[in-house]
């Protein structure tokens, strides 16, 4: 038995999509798992080496869910469930509206985007709603963050459907032994069993950062990461200060390794909501295994 997949990345996040609707998964699991492999972690792991399977930093599932589109289940590239991915999120939308689920919008007032579909689907930390944009872009509702922890010396942590640690670096980010400094924080007692994603992010200026991400499940550096860059973000604005107790929208631009994405959120009181994680979101190729 063989089932399906298709590859998407976002920003060089890639991920093995696997349509569950009919149960397909499920199948294929009770196939290889008692002859190849020693349980579902396991061949997850091996579907997402890069050298010895098809190679991605996730796998997901679209399956059914009742009041939505479709659930999405995410796995790490190390085959553990994993907490909500924001690329992920933005491509398994994608790889949706091409398998006609989602609404044709008639009217642009939809969270002010111009869009052409909109859909609904159910990830690890609850809902979120995608727009298929006009310019072939995905915007994905992030959910609301309304607590930021300032652990000083330019250090943030918070977390935005993952976990997120950031700091701000003055120097080159290309010369910060990133994997080695990260899994120093990501296994820490502060942070352990669970782990924390990492970040070192510098200020460009003008409403623009730049960054690089160690992911915990991934256990290395990714070239992006969509919770990463809306949580590098918001501490940006936060740590800025700008109009702290005013209802104010904002704009960040993102620059990863995989490249350019958008952060669109309004802050008040240390409250941030109506986010929105916008960029590409490109299908890659489809085989089956």
Known sequence: MTIP?????????DFVLID????????????QVPQHFAGERELVAHICHRRLGIGADGLM???????????MVYFNSDGGLSSMCGNGGRCIAAWAFSLGLGDEIVADATAGFSAKKSLRFWAPDGAHQAWKLSNHQVALSMNTVSQIIDLGRNQWELNTG???????????????????????????????????????VKIMGNGAIAMRTYERGVENETLSCGTGV?????????????EPKTYTKHLVSVETAGGKLQVRFA???GRFEEIFLIGPATFVFEGSF
């Open 20 to 31: 569950n609707r009919t149960g397909a998964w499920q199948d294929y699991l009770a196939m």
């Open 267 to 269: 802050a008040q009181n």
């Open 162 to 200: 993952s976990p997120h640690f950031i700091q701000f670096e003055e120097g080159n980010l290309e010369e910060i032994d990133l994997v080695g400094w990260a899994r120093g924080i990501r296994y820490s007692d502060v942070y352990m069993p669970a782990g924390i994603n990492v970040n070192a």
């Open 230 to 242: 809306t949580a590098a973000a918001i501490a940006y604005i936060n740590d800025l200060g700008i």
């Open 61 to 71: 599932l679209l399956q059914n869910k009742e009041g939505f589109d479709f659930e």
């Open 5 to 13: 997949f298709v590859k998407y990345q976002g920003t060089g996040n």
